[in-house]
């Protein structure tokens, strides 16, 4: 257990981008840096809604676009991001700023797109760090069915706010939240604690009953209405649920949006045969989204790359459900579009680094060769753009490349953990911790920044899931 630290007020959105510049910002990241705080930051103009933001002179900007920089990492060094009308309007070396740009010195910081995360179930922050010696069925039955079952919509509120919160912070700027909780209290709970964190999320929904009246209701009057929110029919795909994964697959159709399905995640499930029943009920192809994918046979494999279905690797539950290792080699092999999932609460935090990290390792460990898929560079493309191909957002997140959304991260290498250079790729992947993580800007919206988020009382969002968590203890 660490002790909590003093608490220090959230930069408020006022303080920031109007000339506050990360290097002034930087000793705030947790006091590891060599310069101090100042006692009190200037008093600054609001920011006008809308204001173009430049990070200027990055150490090293990772762009995602080999287009605009070198090797497949688009990398380019003291380079300039200009982030306005939420969009990525330019990259580049000694960009101009605009007349009403806030100009963030971002000298001696890396900047990149933010993590997308291809599929968590946030609320499970509620059972973080439990039923560690189960595996995934085990884990389901002790820890998870218990709590869902008697969570209330203030419950929920405060897990989801928490759990989304833990990722902004650790540069997640895209989500995909897997939900099985169906009272239309509870999801409307759910979505107004994703959409108040300013995340870009894609709220996944498992209906109990076939029939596409709850799910169209959903989308329509609680995600749609959100500018960052969009939707997805959730599914667990098997033989005795056939006829429940056809409706479903024709509540996604009728919404025109992708199916969402855990599919072998343990190699008991095999007499389930999912890939058989979503080739069954027409459902494999680029609006399938598959999950966990560990003990898919060649042929399996085969038909979902020349369906062009898509794929989220889960590493860190994996390991901790001892569910097995993804054939992640294969899937690459093939061509099939792999994104990394946190997967929710059994991966217990949302650190991406952690994710990048063991998905290197894993794969390491089961071939014992360090040659093996993926390397550094893959890890971050996957945990970039590559998960944004997976969900069909590639166009719109994922890269640096102008005309995409501002969803950027800037990490601060001069820390403890990180510090000295020696090849920042490598070090961001296996030496970053969510605390490097600088600021988050996600539509061009500074949610992190100096290290803190903003507007945020952190204590009181601990203090909610603390008194939630205490309630559903006391209700068991
Ligand atoms: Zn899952």
Same mark, same amino acid.
């Given at each position: 257990m660490q002790s909590t630290p003093a608490p220090r007020p959230a930069p408020s959105r006022r303080d920031l981008? !109007?000339? $506050?510049?990360l290097a002034a910002a930087a000793?705030?990241?947790?006091? $590891? !840096?060599?310069r101090s705080a100042p006692p009190d930051r200037p008093a600054h103009p609001p920011v006008p809604a809308g204001r173009a933001v430049l990070l200027r002179g990055a150490a090293l900007v990772l762009t995602l676009d080999p287009a605009l920089g070198a090797g497949p990492l688009g990398l380019l060094e003291n380079a300039d991001v200009l982030m306005r009308n939420a969009t990525i309007a330019a990259v580049g070396t000694g960009l101009q700023a605009p007349p009403d740009t806030s100009v963030v010195d971002a000298s001696g910081k890396l900047v990149m797109p933010g993590f997308v995360d291809t599929h968590t179930h946030l609320w499970q922050a509620a059972i973080r760090g439990g039923c560690t010696d189960g595996d995934l069925f085990d884990w389901l039955e002790r820890c998870t069915a218990p709590r869902r079952e008697r969570l209330t919509p203030a419950a929920v509120h405060s897990f989801v706010r928490l759990a989304a919160l833990d990722a902004v912070q650790s540069g997640v700027t895209t989500l995909v939240d897997w939900v099985d909780i169906f009272a239309y209290d509870l999801v409307e709970s759910y979505v107004r604690a994703l959409a108040g964190t300013g995340v870009r999320f894609t709220y996944a929904m498992f209906p109990p009953e076939p029939g596409a009246t709850l799910v169209a209701k959903v989308k329509k009057e609680l995600v749609d209405p959100v500018p960052l929110g969009s939707f997805q029919v959730a599914t667990h795909a098997a033989r005795a649920v056939k006829d429940l994964n056809r409706a479903h697959w024709e509540a996604a159709q009728d919404l025109g949006v992708m199916l969402n399905s855990h599919v072998l995640e343990r190699s008991d499930q095999r007499a389930d045969d999912p890939i058989g029943v979503l080739a069954d009920i027409g459902a494999l192809g680029p609006r399938l989204l598959i999950n966990h994918a560990i003990h898919l046979t060649d042929d399996e494999i085969a038909a979902v790359a020349d369906h062009d279905a898509r794929a989220a690797h889960c590493p860190l539950s994996n390991m901790r459900l001892a569910s097995g290792v993804m054939r992640l080699s294969e899937f690459r092999r093939r061509g099939v579009k792999v994104g990394l999932g946190l997967d929710g609460g059994t991966n217990d935090s949302s650190d991406f680094h952690a994710l990048m990290k063991t998905a290197i390792g894993l794969q390491r460990a089961r071939a014992t060769d360090a040659g093996v898929f993926p390397q550094v560079h893959d890890v971050l493309r996957m945990a970039t753009l590559g998960g944004a191909e997976a969900l069909g957002m590639a166009d719109r997140v994922g890269s640096l490349t102008p005309g995409k959304r501002a969803d950027v991260v800037v990490i601060d290498p001069a820390a403890l953990n990180f510090a000295p250079r020696f090849d920042w790729i490598g070090q961001i992947v296996f030496n970053g911790r969510p605390e490097n993580i600088d600021s988050v800007f996600v539509d061009g919206r500074a949610l992190k920044f100096g290290g803190r988020l903003v507007d945020i009382d952190t204590n009181r969002v601990v203090r909610e899931a603390e008194a939630a968590a205490a309630r559903l203890r006391v209700a068991g």
């Amino acid at each position: 257990m660490q002790s909590t630290p003093a608490p220090r007020p959230a930069p408020s959105r006022r303080d920031l981008l !109007t000339g $506050v510049g990360l290097a002034a910002a930087a000793p705030l990241l947790l006091g $590891v !840096t060599a310069r101090s705080a100042p006692p009190d930051r200037p008093a600054h103009p609001p920011v006008p809604a809308g204001r173009a933001v430049l990070l200027r002179g990055a150490a090293l900007v990772l762009t995602l676009d080999p287009a605009l920089g070198a090797g497949p990492l688009g990398l380019l060094e003291n380079a300039d991001v200009l982030m306005r009308n939420a969009t990525i309007a330019a990259v580049g070396t000694g960009l101009q700023a605009p007349p009403d740009t806030s100009v963030v010195d971002a000298s001696g910081k890396l900047v990149m797109p933010g993590f997308v995360d291809t599929h968590t179930h946030l609320w499970q922050a509620a059972i973080r760090g439990g039923c560690t010696d189960g595996d995934l069925f085990d884990w389901l039955e002790r820890c998870t069915a218990p709590r869902r079952e008697r969570l209330t919509p203030a419950a929920v509120h405060s897990f989801v706010r928490l759990a989304a919160l833990d990722a902004v912070q650790s540069g997640v700027t895209t989500l995909v939240d897997w939900v099985d909780i169906f009272a239309y209290d509870l999801v409307e709970s759910y979505v107004r604690a994703l959409a108040g964190t300013g995340v870009r999320f894609t709220y996944a929904m498992f209906p109990p009953e076939p029939g596409a009246t709850l799910v169209a209701k959903v989308k329509k009057e609680l995600v749609d209405p959100v500018p960052l929110g969009s939707f997805q029919v959730a599914t667990h795909a098997a033989r005795a649920v056939k006829d429940l994964n056809r409706a479903h697959w024709e509540a996604a159709q009728d919404l025109g949006v992708m199916l969402n399905s855990h599919v072998l995640e343990r190699s008991d499930q095999r007499a389930d045969d999912p890939i058989g029943v979503l080739a069954d009920i027409g459902a494999l192809g680029p609006r399938l989204l598959i999950n966990h994918a560990i003990h898919l046979t060649d042929d399996e494999i085969a038909a979902v790359a020349d369906h062009d279905a898509r794929a989220a690797h889960c590493p860190l539950s994996n390991m901790r459900l001892a569910s097995g290792v993804m054939r992640l080699s294969e899937f690459r092999r093939r061509g099939v579009k792999v994104g990394l999932g946190l997967d929710g609460g059994t991966n217990d935090s949302s650190d991406f680094h952690a994710l990048m990290k063991t998905a290197i390792g894993l794969q390491r460990a089961r071939a014992t060769d360090a040659g093996v898929f993926p390397q550094v560079h893959d890890v971050l493309r996957m945990a970039t753009l590559g998960g944004a191909e997976a969900l069909g957002m590639a166009d719109r997140v994922g890269s640096l490349t102008p005309g995409k959304r501002a969803d950027v991260v800037v990490i601060d290498p001069a820390a403890l953990n990180f510090a000295p250079r020696f090849d920042w790729i490598g070090q961001i992947v296996f030496n970053g911790r969510p605390e490097n993580i600088d600021s988050v800007f996600v539509d061009g919206r500074a949610l992190k920044f100096g290290g803190r988020l903003v507007d945020i009382d952190t204590n009181r969002v601990v203090r909610e899931a603390e008194a939630a968590a205490a309630r559903l203890r006391v209700a068991g």
